[in-house]
């Protein structure tokens, strides 16, 4: 995924300016910033919700804007901090809207999608609790829910809005275990953004946002998680993010 000369303003404030990244295919990618750094606004026009005013995104050489919109959800999937999901579902059945973009109008789910489905419970470990109803899970599981719906769209690219904002350090750990897994596993590319050193520590690469552009930028490379984390700490403590 290519970001060329990106520009993007609201209210005659400017939260992207002239922007250009490239984010390796099949890595697992970090932004930091904090607070109104442009990070999440970013994520939103990665993702098609916002559009660019000026510049450009690219996915296997195409502007993102020229993707239908059924092409383009079948190629990236989105995990927000707080997922707007209607709690009184029972699991499967929120795992499955994943399968939307691959279904025609008043189309159902075949057996084959209900495999997926399966798959996905099995690897985020839901599998046991695919009857209950969302808002009976806790604020993990809810996670999980959330990230099985993203993978049985078999998405190119996963895009991570604060994943683990809501969550205690344990459940945390877990979640980024499973995004981690999914990564390798299936090779897709994750792209997260945070305030969280701990949560970037799991990624490849780090950038710092900082007022709309990025700042610099720090590779694992042979580091341990823990040395890369407390070069991330040390980072952003420089950065006063």
């Known amino acids: ?3 060329k000369n990106l520009s993007f303003s609201y209210n005659q404030k400017s939260f992207i300016k002239d922007l250009n990244i490239e984010f390796k295919e099949n890595q697992i990618t970090t932004i930091i910033g904090s607070n109104g750094s442009g990070k999440s606004t970013l994520l939103m026009l990665l993702s098609r919700i916002y559009k660019p005013q000026t510049g450009f995104i690219e996915i296997n050489q195409q502007d993102i804007q020229n ?38 109008y008043s189309q159902k789910l075949s057996q084959e999608d209900y495999e997926i489905i399966d ?37 190119k690219i996963i895009f991570a809005d604060e994943p683990t904002g809501n969550l205690d350090s344990l459940n945390a750990r877990e979640l980024m275990e499973y995004l981690v897994k999914i990564n390798e596993e299936k090779h897709t590319t994750i792209i997260m953004v945070t305030h969280d050193s701990f949560v970037a520590s799991y990624s490849k690469k780090v950038y710092y946002m ?32």
Request: charged residues 25%; hydrophobic residues 35%.
């Open 67 to 104: 993707y239908k919109i059924k092409e383009f959800a079948q190629k990236v999937a989105v995990v927000h901090q707080k997922n707007q999901i209607n709690g009184d579902q029972d699991v499967k059945t929120i795992v499955g809207y994943g399968r939307l973009p691959y279904l025609h």
């Open 119 to 155: 798959w996905a419970l099995e690897v985020t470990n839901l599998k046991e609790y695919k009857n209950r109803t969302l808002k009976n899970l806790s604020g993990g599981q809810q996670q999980r829910a959330a990230i099985a719906r993203a993978l049985i769209n078999e998405p």
């Open 1 to 3: 995924m290519k970001v």
């Open 210 to 241: 900082k007022d709309g552009h990025l700042d610099l930028s720090i590779d694992r490379l042979t580091k341990s998680q823990d040395d890369y984390y407390k070069e991330i700490v040390k980072v952003t403590t420089q950065m006063h993010l």
